[in-house]
C-alpha cells in the first residue's frame, strides 16, 4: 500500500552505474513483495517447486541481485521487526482485501479471464515466516549482509542511511522512507527496462529522491513533510483525510505550519471519518519523527556457493545449470572484490 505523494516529489532519472561502489541499505520486506507480485507465471499464479512451495522471492533475490552485484553495488537487506500497534488495523484490512481478491479470482478462473486472474492472484501471496527464514539464508550465502529492525524495515533502512557513513541510500518502493528521513531514495533498482503491470509492459528506469532537495523544492520541512504524508494517507491511516490529494496537502501544510495547526484545519472531516479510519495524527506524527531503530553493524559473510545449491536446487528444484552460470558471475564479483581489497594494501 504506502504513501503516495509521487505527483509532488521531484526525482532524477540515474543510471545503475552511478551506484557503482555504493553501499544501499534495501527494505527487505518492499522488495521481496515486489519478487512475488511481478515473478509470476501467465495466470497469476508465483513459481513454485515440485512440493507447491513458492520460490519467487528466492528467484529474484538470486538471479536480480547478482546483477547489481556484477554492476559493483553493495548491499544491506533490513528486515521488519514487530510492527507498531496502529499497522495491525492496516494488516487487517489487507487480509479483508485478500479474501475479496480470492473470490474474484476464482470467478476469472471459471472464465478462463487470465488477465484478471493475474490480477486477483498477485494479491493473495503473503510472506510467512520460512520464506522469510530462507530469503535471509540465501541473502547471507551470496555474502549479501541482513539486518533484523527491531521496528519498522523502512525506518531502519532510512535511519542507517542517514547515520552511516558509508551508507549511500533506502531503496524502496514506498515514499514513507522518507518521512523516516532517508537522505536518499533510491526507486526501480533493476537493470531490466521494462515491467509488466496489470495494463502491459511499461518503461522503468532507477530512479532518486534526495530529501533536501525534496524539502527545498516543496518549501517545507521534515515535520511538515510527515503532516503531508499523514493528509493523504499512509501505512497508519490508509483512508488519509476525505478530499485531500497530494497538491492540496502542500497547500494546508505551507498555510498552516505548525502541525497542530494543520490538523486542526481538517478536525472536522476526521472526526466525520467512519470508525475504523479515525485516526489520532500525534500518534502517527511520533511514530515517523521518532521511529524504533538501532546502530545495526553488518556483517558480509563469505560467499557460499554450497549454500546456494543446497537452497535452491536440492531444496526448490531449480535448474542447476542456471544457477552454476549464475554462480560464476558471483565468483567474478568476489574476485573483483579480493583484487580491490588487496590494492588497498600497496
Sequence with gaps: MGLNIRDIIPRKEIEISDLKGNLVCVDAYNTLYQFLSTIRQPDGTPLMDSKKRITSHLSGIFYRNINLLAEGIKMVYVFDGKAPELKLRTHKNREAGRDTARSRYEEAKQKEDLESMRRYRSQLTRLDEEMLRESKELLEAMGIAVVQAPGEGEAEAAYLSRTKENVYAAVSQ????????????????????????????????????????????????????????????????????????????????KKYKQPVLIFKSVWEQINNLPEEDKFDWTEIFELFHKPKV????????EIDEDKIKEILVERHDFSEERVNKQLEKLREVEEKRKQKDLGKWF
Design 174 to 253: 514506498d515514499y514513507d522512507s522518507l518521512l523516516f528521513g532517508a537522505t536518499r531514495l533510491i526507486q526501480n533498482l533493476t537493470l531490466a527496462r521494462k515491467r509488466k503491470t496489470f495494463s502491459g509492459w511499461v518503461e522503468i528506469n532507477p530512479e532518486m529522491i534526495e530529501l533536501q532537495r525534496v524539502l527545498n523544492l516543496l518549501e517545507i520541512n521534515l515535520d511538515q513533510l510527515i503532516c503531508l504524508g499523514i493528509l493523504v494517507g499512509t501505512d497508519y491511516n490508509p483512508k488519509g483525510v476525505p478530499g485531500i490529494g497530494q497538491k492540496k496537502a502542500l497547500d494546508l501544510v
Design 294 to 301: 538501532s546502530d545495526a553493524e553488518f556483517k558480509f559473510r
